[in-house]
């Protein structure tokens, strides 16, 4: 099959997610009120069951770039679903991630699994917001032996948890061109909007 290019999807993506994040008030959240998405919790996962898995189609994926963190030759950006369907689906466990270049090609390799936070149910009405947090290791770009930078990326491309088609979101860095250090790392998905404080 070939790749289309991807910037005209990822542009009318972008449209979808910013228009229904900004009718449901979700783009100016602040933490206090950013909750966006129904967190189904271990004890109402039978309750969850019900509830169709989130699908690629389902969901528009952005990366809030104004929300980023940094510490210790890490950036820490929250990685947003917004449900942009018109039914509740189901979010649990880690998406797999991985950069590519406007061909297609993977950038390196995927990201990685952070276990530092509890693996949950997350239930997104529509229109509602989940997210995870994305690690971006400049460090390990600039400095890793077999890295080979380049500043080709232009997104990355995302598949929900226990999916096997992914969607995309705009994400231009410097990114690994080879296999090994892995650069990225995810969270496991969280309920509401992402913010600096997670």
């Not at 070939?2 to 602040?30: C, F, M």
Request: proline share 7%; net charge positive; hydrophobic share 45%.
């Amino acid at each position: 099959m070939k790749y289309l290019p991807t910037i005209p999807r990822t542009a009318r993506r972008v449209t979808a997610v910013i228009a229904t994040a900004s009718a449901a008030g979700l783009i100016a959240a602040s933490a206090a009120g950013s909750s966006g998405a129904v967190l189904a919790s271990d004890t109402a996962r039978t309750t969850a069951a019900a509830v169709p898995a989130c699908t690629a189609d389902d969901l528009g994926a952005w990366v809030a770039i104004s929300q980023s963190d940094g510490a210790a030759g890490s950036i820490f950006y929250p990685l947003q679903f917004t449900n942009l369907s018109r039914h509740a689906c189901a979010m649990r466990g880690f998406p797999g991630v991985s950069a590519v270049d406007r061909n297609g090609h993977q950038l390196g390799s995927p990201a990685g699994w952070d276990h530092t936070r509890p693996v949950r149910t997350v239930v997104l009405a529509p229109g509602a917001t989940a997210h995870d947090i994305l690690r971006y290791g400049d460090v390990e770009v600039a400095t890793a032996p077999r890295c080979h930078p380049v500043s080709s990326m232009l997104e990355l491309r995302v598949f929900p948890p226990g999916q096997r088609h992914a969607t995309f979101a705009a994400f231009n860095v410097e990114a690994c061109s080879h296999a090994g250090p892995v650069y990225l790392d995810v969270t496991p998905v969280q309920a509401g909007v992402g913010t600096r404080n997670g």
